[in-house]
């Protein structure tokens, strides 16, 4: 069974600053089922990227995901303060869905 | 526009079975490629996928949790339910339903959620 071990738990940056979140899955992702989405408290989770790099509708394009096999990252460019949430990654094989344990942004 | 909605018990007994109500507008269960999922979230923690609906009413489950759940759909009535037996304190949590596109396979959009407290 697929895990999905995302870090860092918790990351303090300022607004302004880059932001790098890794996802690493515990089995080769060969079908590019690698999706994050991000949470705010109190609210369902948004979709953010899908197929490891896509940007679903509406999203800015300050976020962006790339990886392959088992290694893959969401990156936020200059962060709004509006990105402070959590955010997890997901994968999806075999009728079957994962999610990472979530990195927490936090303004510093 | 796709909307879901989540409703149920607030409250449920130890051992007792949880039965949570999907009703969405936007979509048709029964057209081809169209599911619906529910994934619950303990507090303070992480996603958890629980199970799934096809619009061919196939149905799949989270593997550890299999014995306990059972999804269904009425399609006339376009609701989702899902029945959860023997709930234990750890089954806290919100519970959310989302549509899910094949085979893109995104879970994408999600319910507001429902809090369900398991205790006595």
């Known amino acids: 069974e697929m895990v999905l071990t995302q870090s860092p738990g918790t990351l303090y940056l300022s607004p302004g600053e880059r932001a790098t979140l890794s996802c690493r899955t515990s089995?080769?992702?060969?079908?590019?089922?690698l999706t994050w989405y991000q949470q705010k408290p109190g609210q369902a989770p948004r979709l953010l990227i899908y197929s490891v790099s896509s940007r679903a509708t509406g999203i800015p394009a300050r976020f962006s995901g790339s990886g392959s096999g088992t290694d893959f990252t969401l990156t936020i460019s200059r962060l709004e303060p509006e990105d402070f949430a959590v955010y997890y990654c997901q994968h999806y094989d075999n009728s079957l869905y994962t999610f990472g344990q979530g990195t927490k942004l936090e303004i510093k | 526009q796709v909307t879901l909605r989540e409703s149920g018990p607030a409250l449920v007994r130890p051992r007792q079975t949880l039965t949570l109500t999907c009703t969405f507008s936007g979509f048709s269960l029964s057209a081809f490629g169209m599911c619906v999922s529910w994934i619950r979230q303990p507090p303070g923690k992480a996603l958890e996928w629980l199970a799934r609906?096809?619009?061919?009413?196939?149905?799949y489950y989270r593997t550890s949790l299999k014995t306990r759940l059972t999804i269904s759909k009425d399609t006339s009535k376009n609701q989702v339910v899902l029945a959860m037996t023997n709930m234990d304190p750890l089954d806290t949590g919100t519970y959310y339903c989302?549509?899910?596109?094949?085979?893109?396979?995104?879970?994408?959009?999600w319910g507001q959620g429902t809090l369900v407290t398991v205790s006595s």
């Open positions: 089995q080769s992702v060969d079908n590019n089922y």
């Open positions: 609906i096809d619009w061919d009413d196939d149905k």
């Open positions: 989302a549509l899910v596109r094949h085979p893109q396979n995104l879970i994408y959009p």
